[in-house]
């Protein structure tokens, strides 16, 4: 629970209104009741605004004037409310330590700042940096890396020779370093070209859920820092 005021000087934003309003949650404008903070980033939502039973929304400011409820006043509304969100998260809280049921080589090398969850797998010359978060099932290959921060969604599978840079997602069921689709027209049929390059992430990337990225052939894979891939791409 926040108050609006609390909001406002947390973030550096101006506020309208009844500061002492307690906020408990996020919701759209045609959702929110009296605890909710609401955001406005498109006017063609501005028939909800007058409706609003918010107790606060998130508006530039040549529209609190237009606002029934109390405002949160931001040039970049979108921007707050990503920002704000955050403190709303409801992910459950993850403790450093290596599950039980995990497998993990002795030629791994898992920081104990890590938390590492049930029937892991972490492979010999693997390397799990701290704060490091790998869910249920995931499977971290031979000689791959996971740098600080990155946080690994259950079931999802990082192949041999991956590296994978600081404070990533890497969202369920994501394979990083599969084969790419190589072969050469041979004289009795198909063959099979070896994929020898890894995969690279810099830091800040997000892949989506049933995301692959596969190897390359001979050099690496690379996604940029910053990158953002949506699911089942």
Request: include cysteine; glycine fraction near 12%.
């Amino acid at each position: 629970m926040f108050s609006l005021a609390e909001l406002a000087d947390r973030f550096g934003l101006e506020f309208s209104g009844e500061g002492a309003t307690q906020l408990t949650g996020m919701a759209t404008l045609a959702d929110a009741g009296p605890a909710d903070l609401a955001f406005l980033a498109n006017n063609k939502y501005l028939a909800q605004l007058a409706a609003t039973r918010a107790g606060a929304v998130i508006l530039i400011p040549q529209l609190v004037h237009r606002c029934p409820v109390n405002c949160l006043v931001a040039e970049a509304p979108y921007v707050a409310f990503a920002r704000i969100s955050r403190l709303f998260d409801k992910s459950p809280a993850v403790h450093p330590g290596v599950h039980p049921c995990a497998t993990v080589s002795q030629q791994a090398s898992v920081s104990g700042e890590a938390s590492i969850g049930p029937y892991c797998v972490i492979e010999a010359g693997a390397v799990v940096a701290a704060g490091v978060t790998i869910g249920a099932g995931v499977y971290v290959g031979h000689g791959s890396r996971i740098d600080a921060g990155t946080r690994i969604m259950p079931n999802a599978v990082i192949y041999h020779d991956v590296h994978v840079g600081e404070n990533c997602v890497i969202h369920a069921h994501a394979v990083l370093g599969a084969d790419g689709f190589g072969y050469a027209a041979g004289p009795e049929g198909w063959e099979r070209v070896s994929q020898l390059g890894g995969v690279r992430l810099g830091n800040r990337v997000e892949i989506g859920a049933c995301t692959t990225v596969d190897r390359g052939t001979l050099g690496h894979t690379v996604i940029a820092d910053g990158a953002i891939i949506d699911n089942q791409v």
